[in-house]
């Protein structure tokens, strides 16, 4: 019989009648009933329908989102009806809600919450972000939506012609609100308005009345706690007659859409009727809103800091790239064996300061050995010449350095003051005393488009130059505590101070390129005519190969001409062939230079052409000293007479041009034939 009992109770009839009490008993109840009004103050479960990612907290708030880019709903479970009959006008309905929003970050939010009225109890497709999870770009403004809603906007979209990131909007089908103010209230009291910040995390109230009579849409806002403020802050009148808007029946409810940042919307509590006003909503039983949200940090940590560290690591950053750039661009190379030279070490600074960096505008010229630059050196505000050796091997940089320091040492007015050093990675910076006019064998060899330009040398000054170097050079060779070979002895390496005297520069660089010298290197060739024989051989220095291109130095500037001639296509005239032969001939005087026009002393010039063709005597010990070259120029001792013989002029020009077609040429014996040039060498 118990079974029986158990199978009846659970028979057909029974169990829809239940559902029809669970499930139909509510909406039926609200469709019937004219006068609809409820009031929470705090939810349960059971009290909203919710969707999306809202929920019903354990501390009795409805959180519509969680996190970002989330969308929650919460609805009054049951449709409502508005309107009296099918066919009839909505009625007047009066609703107020409690709400908080919390942010991340107290000020910045994006995105909102709304209140609805809506024909549906889901939102399909709706975005979780701007479009408060009502709309989506495709839907929103649509007819067919039959939705009213009151939005709490806390982002600024200038596509929805939103009027700030804070404000409060009545929206008929879409999130272009009819009508929209800045989110506050005006005092009971003075009639002043106070801005609410919606996302202040505070608590606030918000009421929203229609008034059917006049199809208007009445809201008023005030912290919670304030009374529902006299003056309206929205009344809507234009395209509000919700008879054209809402479905019957509709559900009512609340949306919220975080966007991209986390925004928590609550509802503490709601209270809503049917044609009349909203029943008051008792604050005194209200859920408190979570009080320092967990995830709540401040704007000043979360974005602020992390710019800021990021700005600061970036700026130390660049700090190190200049600094390491500055120290690269300043770095030396300075070794222990150099602190000995101490005084005559440039810091690379201020070289570079000297010649603004080395620019362009201050190069002097280029040289085989590198560029030299014009600067000033900013202590001293010394002219100087700051030439740029660059130097690969570190080999013999201690002997070189040795060199120049010591070099540096030698004091002689015909010589350019070599001042100091600097050394940096494969670069060598020689810096010597500035010399206004340049070099020489500008002023010899003048181009054509320079011939204004350059005065041409008067044989006085000729004189006091050739003199000059020939005074420098033996200075070098004999007069100092060492040897100094020169090396490098050539009209370009004679430099013109501000009084057109002759100075000797570039002295012992040439000493870098001793060994392993390519004689093909263009160095050597643009030094051609200056290389005594001995040296192509042997490849060794001796005061008496700077003797030999002395020598061409001296017919160089009596000639004006330089001292290998490209005469045709392949042809070279060398300078002393040229002048042997007219010296042969008898014809000395005419190899002066033109320029001149005769306006020179015949003697002088005679004598100096003489003994250029001495000091180029191929045989090393024929050649005088520079002590007997002084002696010559000075007059103190007569040069040696000389005789022209068409054999050892033959020897001469053949030595000559052998030795500079072949570098490693198998030389002709020497001595051997030494005897065939007695004629050359008469007198010594
Ligand atoms: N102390 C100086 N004062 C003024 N100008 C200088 C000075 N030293 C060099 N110069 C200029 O710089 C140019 C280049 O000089 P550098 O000595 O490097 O070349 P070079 O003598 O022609 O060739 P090489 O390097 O083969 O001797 C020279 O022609 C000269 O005009
Ligand atoms: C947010 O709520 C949804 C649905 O309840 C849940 O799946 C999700 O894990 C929640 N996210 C966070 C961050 O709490
Ligand atoms: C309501 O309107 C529809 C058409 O719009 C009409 O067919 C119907 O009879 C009306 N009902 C009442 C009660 O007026
Ligand atoms: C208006 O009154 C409120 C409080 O009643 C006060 O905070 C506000 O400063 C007053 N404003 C003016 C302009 O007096
Ligand atoms: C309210 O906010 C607006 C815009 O942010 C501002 O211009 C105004 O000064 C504020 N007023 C008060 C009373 O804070
Ligand atoms: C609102 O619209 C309905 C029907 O469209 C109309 O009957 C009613 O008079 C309108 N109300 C107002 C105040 O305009
Ligand atoms: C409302 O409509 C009236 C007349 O139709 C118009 O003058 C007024 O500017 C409108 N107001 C708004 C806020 O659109
Ligand atoms: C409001 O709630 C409190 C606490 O539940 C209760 O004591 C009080 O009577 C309520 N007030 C009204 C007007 O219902």
């Not at 909007?169 to 009971?188: H, P, W």
């Not at 201690?398 to 010591?406: H, L, Y």
Request: include cysteine; proline fraction near 5%.
């Amino acid at each position: 019989m118990s079974y029986m009992a158990t199978k009846r109770c659970s028979s057909p009839p029974f169990f829809v009648y239940v559902c029809l009490v669970l499930f139909l008993g509510p909406n039926l109840a609200a469709l019937c009933t004219a006068q609809v009004q409820f009031s929470y103050s705090g939810f349960r479960a059971t009290d909203v329908t919710l969707d999306g990612v809202a929920a019903v907290r354990q501390d009795r708030l409805i959180q519509l989102t969680n996190t970002s880019d989330v969308k929650g709903y919460a609805f009054h479970p049951a449709p409502l009806r508005f309107r009296r009959s099918p066919n009839g006008t909505v009625q007047s309905f009066s609703v107020s809600f409690v709400f908080g929003i919390q942010s991340d970050f107290p000020d910045v939010c994006v995105d909102g919450m709304s209140f609805f009225v809506a024909p549906k109890k889901s939102f399909p497709g709706a975005f979780a972000n701007h479009f408060l999870g009502l709309f989506n770009d495709q839907t929103d403004g649509s007819p067919d939506n039959h939705i009213f809603a009151v939005e709490l906007d806390t982002f600024m979209n200038s596509e929805l012609k939103d009027i700030n990131n804070n404000h409060v909007g009545i929206d008929i089908n879409s999130l272009r609100s009819v009508d929209a103010t800045m989110a506050g209230f005006y005092d009971d009291e003075n009639g002043s308005f106070t801005n609410l910040t919606l996302s202040s995390g505070q608590p606030m109230q918000m009421w929203v009345d229609y008034d059917a009579e006049s199809a208007q849409v009445k809201s008023t806002m005030a912290p919670l706690g304030v009374d529902k403020p006299r003056r309206l802050l929205l009344s809507s009148v234009n395209n509000t007659n919700l008879s054209d808007v809402l479905e019957e029946p509709s559900y009512v409810g609340f949306s919220g859409a975080s966007g991209p940042l986390t925004t928590l919307f609550y509802v503490l509590g709601w209270s809503f009727a049917m044609d009349g006003p909203a029943p008051a909503i008792n604050i005194t039983n209200l859920p408190m809103l979570p009080q320092g949200h967990p995830k709540a940090r401040s704007l000043v940590l979360e974005i602020a800091l992390p710019i800021a560290t990021a700005a600061f690591i970036a700026a130390v950053g660049t700090a190190v790239v200049l600094l390491v750039r500055r120290w690269l661009r300043y770095a030396e190379l300075r070794e222990d064996w150099e602190v000995e030279f101490g005084p005559h070490r440039f810091s690379y600074k201020d070289l570079y300061h000297a010649t603004e960096g080395f620019k362009k505008k201050h190069l002097l010229g280029a040289g085989g050995f590198g560029e030299v630059y014009k600067g000033v050196l900013q202590a001293s505000k010394l002219e100087v010449a700051v030439k740029k050796v660059s130097h690969e091997s570190r080999q013999g940089m201690k002997e070189f350095i040795t060199e120049v320091v010591s070099i540096g040492r030698l004091r002689h007015r015909n010589l350019v003051q070599l001042l100091g050093y600097c050394r940096r990675k494969g670069e060598l910076i020689l810096v010597y005393d500035y010399m206004q006019n340049g070099s020489l064998d500008k002023y010899l060899h003048c181009e054509e488009e320079d011939k204004q330009s350059t005065t041409l040398l008067d044989w006085t000054q000729r004189y006091g130059i050739i003199r000059g170097i020939a005074c420098a050079l033996f200075y070098l060779h004999e007069k100092w505590e060492k040897i100094v070979i020169h090396r490098d002895i050539k009209a370009s390496n004679v430099l013109l101070d501000h009084e057109m005297n002759g100075r000797l520069g570039d002295f012992g660089l040439a000493r870098l390129y001793d060994h392993g010298t390519d004689l093909q290197t263009t160095h050597v060739v643009g030094t051609m005519g200056y290389l005594a024989p001995e040296l192509l051989r042997t490849g060794k220095s001796s005061p008496l190969t700077d003797v030999f291109a002395f020598g061409t130095f001296l017919l160089e500037v009596t000639c004006g001409q330089r001292p290998v001639k490209q005469h045709g296509q392949d042809q070279q005239i060398m300078l002393v062939d040229w002048v042997l032969e007219h010296w042969h001939s008898g014809s000395l005087t005419q190899t002066v230079d033109r320029r001149l026009q005769g306006l020179y002393d015949n003697d002088q010039a005679n004598m100096v052409l003489k003994l250029g063709l001495l000091c180029l005597h191929p045989l090393p010990t024929s050649r005088p000293t520079m002590r007997q070259v002084m002696q010559y120029l000075d007059g103190d001792m007569p040069l040696p007479e000389l005789e022209p013989t068409r054999l050892n002029f033959n020897m001469v020009s053949m030595m000559r041009n052998e030795g500079f077609s072949s570098a490693v040429m198998s030389y002709p014996d020497l001595t051997t034939s030494i005897g065939t040039f007695s004629g050359l060498s008469g007198g010594r």
